[in-house]
């Protein structure tokens, strides 16, 4: 094998082989065939590009002996003399300005160049690094290049054309040389090793083109390097990595999930991890930049890869494509806006580990910082907490009180304690000393009505609820009986949050509220109260704890909140992946089968260690041994909607008797009986229960019942009773699990 290096075995010779010029080869081989080749050539251009070797073919289609012809005959004398290994032409003079720049040498070359060639066509002066010529230098030599001889060619190369002056630049023809396309030397490349005859793993070629910056000549300089190095397996990717200096793609991905998921600990410990490996930081931090930018395009544009946006193998375009779904788009955005800024300041810092950990913290940190990037980065991380259940869907949750959700705060209303108008901490506290009331139920299984409707009086009919009631009528106040439930301790408090029917018993701050299963103990209604109509509240038979399956055990369907919940206690990023990205395709009561949206997700899934995650998730809170089945599944899955989620949304509908979260399409259907006037409700004085129909005179309200003490003291360890329950502060750490460092007033 020739010690030769690369770049020089592999020299083109001819204008067919230079790669990625083809608006400088082309209009020059077009000169050629009218022969009208001019005196003087000016080629500019980055490094490593070409300028010099199209200067070398140009000399000799110049001066070969069928010329001046595009394309070399590679037999005469001359073309041998300048060919890729040859010994040179006497008529073809190379010069390096760098160090023959002066007017002393510029004197020189005129007094020659006015001697004709010697034995070719034409006398070819190629000035290498031009604009090293000095001022004085260029002026020595106008004369001779603006009315050169016949026989005599100059061709200038530089990479500054602008210290060219202006005398010289405008006696030539101008072709500037541009940095070669990434897939046009990455297959050049691939060409170069196939004729080495040396194995070269996909994910190096990539490699090489980024770091020679699109310079043929320093492509295959680290490509020769490489090569040199390589064992009997071939160049690897690990080799490539750790002699180029890259970070391995590993790093990548894990600091990119630990940004996803918020995991701190691992984000530092990636950071440790570069240190203690002697990688540059800098470096690091550059990477990281380049993987964010991928992911933005592929976030923009699913097809990147396709269309060439993006250089890399398959296998890292899909895992690149996973992580791009569990970001946000203002969130990814903002990380990369925060990488870039990074990278600015470690220039010149001392302590770039410092640095690059405050890069980590920012982007770890949003709630921080109150600018718009972080507010938007904010609500990306809340919107996809909502849609963490699977499918999309957003899980049920419990409804917000408002002033008409309980009865009593508006005309027609049957029952129920006044809660003040406009909602907020008095409407909560309301609320809270309201009846007791069961979790919302499965939908299609007849939600129990959220608070217990009283007993209608013989004189008002059925129907009487469902009618418009007098837009004067005032609010009538509850008995006194009404305003003291005895409901059980365990019963939860209308408009409180309901509590998940975990496996594992109990909900974990921040998890989503599931369904109470069937046969749990349902609130008494309150002493005095008579129980309420048959007709009201019709309960369809529910299946044997609210999941079950069509062969008798757990139905994966209606746990799949719950076991999305186990998973995350376990793994915040399986978790995201499984509520992003799959849903339950299927069960046969022994198979789990899992339908992901695309390939990426579930090789993703099945390489990241998940599956084993997912099974022991089930195995601990469950108590079941299934087998898990990654399929693809585009349509979303066909799991039936979640239990917990009612038709209406989580929202009592209209047409109860005061009662929340049943819908007309879970009750029987029954005659409608025809409309009647709505009969005279008798006068306040004769009022004997509060189901009875709102007064339809105008008379003044009565005095509201006093409160007793100890209805009106919150107990300590009573969260509902919060005043700030349903603020926006609230509800983000109680539904999300959210961590608030400081908030920011808009004030």
Request: charged share 20%; net charge negative.
């Amino acid at each position: 094998m020739s010690s030769l290096a690369l770049y020089r075995r592999y020299r083109p010779e001819s204008f067919a082989e230079v790669i990625g010029q083809e608006h400088v080869t082309d209009p020059l081989q077009q000169a050629l065939r009218n022969n009208r080749v001019n005196h003087a050539y000016l080629f500019s251009g980055p490094r490593g590009c070409g300028k010099t070797t199209s200067a070398r073919i140009l000399a000799r289609c110049l001066n070969c002996e069928q010329g001046p012809t595009p394309t070399p005959c590679g037999e005469c004398q001359s073309c041998r003399d300048l060919a890729r290994n040859g010994p040179g032409s006497i008529d073809v003079i190379e010069i390096d300005a760098a160090s023959h720049g002066g007017v002393d040498d510029a004197r020189e070359l005129r007094e020659k160049a006015f001697f004709g060639p010697a034995a070719s066509r034409y006398k070819i002066y190629i000035i290498d690094e031009a604009h090293m010529v000095t001022s004085a230098g260029f002026n020595a030599l106008l004369k001779v290049v603006e009315e050169p001889p016949e026989h005599l060619k100059f061709i200038f190369a530089t990479t500054e054309p602008e210290k060219v002056i202006g005398t010289i630049r405008s006696r030539t023809h101008h072709y500037p040389f541009r940095l070669v396309p990434p897939g046009t030397l990455r297959e050049y490349l691939g060409e170069v090793c196939g004729k080495e005859k040396i194995p070269v793993e996909d994910g190096v070629l990539p490699l090489v083109v980024r770091a020679g910056q699109g310079s043929v000549r320093d492509s295959m300089s680290v490509m020769d390097q490489l090569l040199a190095g390589a064992a009997a397996d071939g160049v690897t990717y690990a080799m490539a990595t750790s002699l180029l200096g890259y970070t391995d793609g590993s790093l990548l991905d894990s600091v990119v999930e630990a940004f996803a998921t918020g995991d701190g600990a691992a984000a530092f410990e990636v950071v440790d991890r570069i240190i203690e490996g002697g990688n540059d930081p800098r470096r690091f931090v550059a990477d990281l930049l380049e993987r964010l930018r991928d992911l933005v395009i592929l976030a923009a544009v699913p097809d990147a890869a396709e269309k060439g946006l993006i250089d890399a193998p398959a296998d890292v375009i899909e895992r690149m494509q996973a992580q791009a779904g569990t970001f946000g788009a203002a969130e990814l955005s903002r990380a990369a806006d925060l990488v870039n800024e990074g990278l600015t300041e470690m220039r010149g810092a001392n302590s770039p580990r410092l640095q690059l950990e405050l890069i980590c913290a920012r982007v770890l940190l949003p709630a921080a910082y109150g600018d718009e990037r972080s507010v938007m980065a904010r609500l990306d991380r809340i919107e996809r907490g909502v849609n963490f259940s699977g499918g999309g869907a957003a899980p049920a949750m419990g409804y917000v009180p408002g002033p008409e959700a309980h009865g009593g705060a508006m005309p027609g209303a049957t029952g129920g304690e006044p809660v003040p108008p406009g909602g907020g901490p008095a409407a909560a506290r309301a609320a809270v000393r309201a009846s007791g009331a069961p979790s919302v139920a499965p939908a299609g299984q007849g939600a129990p009505a959220a608070v217990e409707p009283p007993a209608r009086t013989p004189a008002a009919p059925a129907a009487a609820p469902t009618e418009p009631a007098a837009p004067t009528a005032p609010p009538a106040p509850a008995p006194a009986a009404a305003q003291q439930p005895q409901s059980p301790p365990s019963a939860p408090a209308p408009g409180a949050w309901p509590t998940a029917a975990t496996a594992g018993g109990g909900r974990r701050p921040g998890g989503w509220p599931t369904a109470t299963p069937a046969g749990a103990a349902q609130p008494t209604p309150p002493a005095g109260a008579p129980a309420p109509p048959p007709a009201a509240t019709p309960q369809p038979t529910a299946p044997a704890a609210g999941h079950a399956s069509p062969s008798g055990g757990p139905d994966p369907r209606m746990l799949w909140p719950n076991i999305l919940e186990a998973v995350k206690n376990r793994r915040r990023f399986t978790w995201i992946l499984l509520s992003q990205n799959a849903q339950v395709a299927g069960f046969d009561g022994t198979t789990l089968q899992l339908g992901f949206v695309n390939a990426g997700a579930r090789d993703n899934f099945a390489s990241s260690g998940s599956e084993d995650v997912l099974r022991q998730a089930l195995a601990e809170q469950f108590n079941v041994q299934w087998k898990i089945e990654a399929i693809v599944d585009p349509s979303g899955g066909s799991a039936p909607p979640s239990p917990a989620a009612p038709a209406n949304g989580g929202y009592g509908g209209g047409g109860t008797a005061g009662g929340y979260g049943s819908t007309a399409a879970q009750r029987p259907a029954s005659p409608t009986p025809p409309t009647s006037p709505a009969p005279t409700p008798p006068p306040p004085t004769a009022r004997a229960t509060p189901s009875a129909a709102p007064v339809s005179q105008p008379t003044a309200p009565e005095p509201p019942p006093p409160v007793s003490p100890e209805d009106d003291i919150p107990e300590d360890d009573d969260p509902d009773l919060n005043e700030s329950a349903l603020s926006g502060h609230e509800l983000i750490v109680r539904e999300l699990g959210a961590t608030v460092v400081e908030e920011f007033s808009n004030e």
